[in-house]
């Protein structure tokens, strides 16, 4: 169920990626997993993020996938002058670099206004425009002041999301902008800088509970002591040690449906909890009884029968489950990829189907520099120009230094 490789969505559109650690390579992979030329421009030696360790040793595999890599040494001369010329042959161009470190070079967007008028010029940010503007930022960070954190754990415990959802869902608004800017161009020809950012992202994402309360005058609580707006949504326990499944009946259908799936006893057939708002009402005699049907059985039969009823479930599992997911590994959402040290690991995709497929894989992980001189060649550099740049170190080819 995986894209051809020949005429994805995106193709022919050049991007030139100088970027690190986890949300302008986010926006670069999407791009590139819908078929962008995406030039991963890295210092020598190889983007730092490579080398991480612990939580972070997994960025650079998941968000470099499909993209070319060339090492330059943007404090020479030479190299500077390579990376410019680079950039004024692009359609985009994704950063993420700490507030006005191109722009020093050179390389920030007011530099190309004459040279590249049709150039998307995007910035991957803690911040929007405003006061915040140059202060540094994490994911963590921008979790913690916008509210996200504060929702997560319980009170008086803030806790971030167990993933990079805030620099993730920052790329994926950068290429929101980055798609909206190309399409513009080609009514009106001139490019534009586009802007995302950590902690707009995240004010966005609690944006629903700032609206509960305007709404209702009530602040949200955090998750852990929500007020549920259903009676059962929940995580159980079921006989087997350690199994956990979460089930959730957010309708009255699902409600009908549920009660005849399972033995409910009097309140399944007492017409009077047919209603979600009384169900609610209820919760406190509703849960308990759940409690005690759901322990009653191992979690693949209650599956069988939740799946046949239409409501809502899924079994708690791990990351490292889900590389034996049948459904992912039967319609393609995981990739055979090679990490640079030669091993084998199945990432997942872009999760977008289109004609009912999924992104496929053109270009495996990139070693440092093994596209540079590729690239060089496809940005209009002659054979001499190539040669004399790897020989400065200018520029590192890693296909040049192993011959």
């Known amino acids: 169920m995986q894209q051809p490789t020949e005429n994805p969505p995106l193709a022919g559109v050049r991007v030139v990626e100088f970027s690190h650690m986890v949300?302008?390579?986010?926006?670069?992979?999407?791009?590139?997993?819908?078929?962008?030329?995406?030039?991963?421009?890295?210092?020598?030696?190889?983007d730092r993020t490579r080398q991480l360790l612990g939580s972070g040793s997994g960025y650079f595999p998941m968000f470099n996938r499909n993209k070319r890599s060339i090492c330059i040494d943007l404090k020479s001369e030479d190299g500077l002058a390579t990376a410019k010329r680079l950039v004024d042959g692009a359609d985009v161009v994704v950063e993420n670099f700490r507030p006005g470190a191109l722009d020093?070079?050179?390389?920030?967007?007011?530099?190309?206004?004459?040279?590249?008028?049709?150039?998307?010029?995007?910035?991957?940010?803690?911040?929007?425009?405003?006061?915040?503007?140059?202060?540094?930022?994490?994911?963590?960070?921008?979790?913690?002041?916008?509210?996200?954190?504060?929702?997560t754990g319980p009170t008086g415990r803030p806790l971030r999301a167990g993933a990079s959802v805030i620099d993730i869902t920052g790329g994926m608004f950068g290429v929101i902008g980055i798609l909206a800017a190309l399409h513009q161009r080609k009514t009106t020809g001139e490019g534009a800088t586009v802007r995302s950012s950590l902690f707009e992202t995240s004010a966005y994402m609690v944006g629903q509970h700032m609206a509960q309360m305007a709404v209702t005058?009530?602040?949200?609580?955090?998750?852990?002591?929500?007020?549920?707006?259903?009676?059962?949504?929940?995580?159980?326990?079921?006989?087997?040690?350690?199994?956990?499944?979460?089930?959730?009946?957010?309708?009255?259908?699902?409600?009908?449906?549920?009660r005849k799936a399972f033995d409910l006893g009097e309140i399944g057939s007492d017409p009077k909890y047919a209603k979600n708002n009384d169900r609610v009402q209820a919760r406190d005699m509703i849960v308990p009884l759940v409690r005690k049907i759901m322990g009653a059985e191992p979690r693949a039969d209650l599956l069988v029968k939740l799946e046949a009823a239409g409501v809502a479930f899924?079994?708690?599992?791990?990351?490292?489950?889900?590389?034996?997911?049948?459904?992912?590994?039967?319609?393609?959402?995981?990739?055979?990829?090679?990490?640079?040290?030669?091993?084998?690991?199945?990432?997942?995709?872009?999760?977008?189907?289109?004609?009912?497929?999924?992104?496929?894989?053109?270009?495996?992980?990139?070693?440092?520099?093994?596209?540079?001189?590729?690239?060089?060649?496809?940005?209009?550099?002659?054979?001499?120009?190539?040669?004399?740049?790897?020989?400065?170190?200018?520029?590192?080819?890693?296909?040049?230094?192993a011959s």
């Open 23 to 46: 949300m302008g390579p986010s926006t670069g992979a999407i791009l590139a997993d819908l078929g962008a030329d995406v030039i991963k421009v890295e210092p020598l030696g190889g």
């Open 217 to 258: 005058g009530s602040a949200a609580r955090p998750m852990p002591e929500r007020v549920s707006a259903w009676a059962i949504y929940d995580v159980f326990e079921t006989a087997i040690e350690g199994e956990l499944l979460f089930v959730g009946v957010v309708s009255d259908g699902q409600w009908d449906a549920f």
């Open 314 to 401: 899924a079994p708690i599992t791990r990351p490292e489950d889900l590389f034996d997911d049948a459904h992912l590994n039967a319609n393609g959402s995981l990739v055979d990829l090679t990490l640079n040290d030669g091993r084998s690991v199945r990432l997942p995709v872009t999760p977008i189907e289109m004609n009912g497929a999924l992104p496929g894989v053109r270009h495996d992980l990139p070693h440092p520099g093994g596209d540079s001189e590729q690239i060089l060649e496809d940005f209009g550099f002659g054979d001499a120009e190539i040669a004399a740049l790897v020989k400065s170190n200018a520029v590192a080819s890693t296909r040049m230094t």
């Open 104 to 151: 020093k070079l050179g390389l920030g967007p007011e530099a190309f206004k004459a040279s590249n008028p049709g150039l998307i010029y995007h910035s991957a940010k803690g911040f929007l425009s405003g006061p915040y503007e140059h202060r540094a930022a994490l994911d963590e960070v921008a979790q913690m002041m916008g509210g996200l954190a504060y929702m």
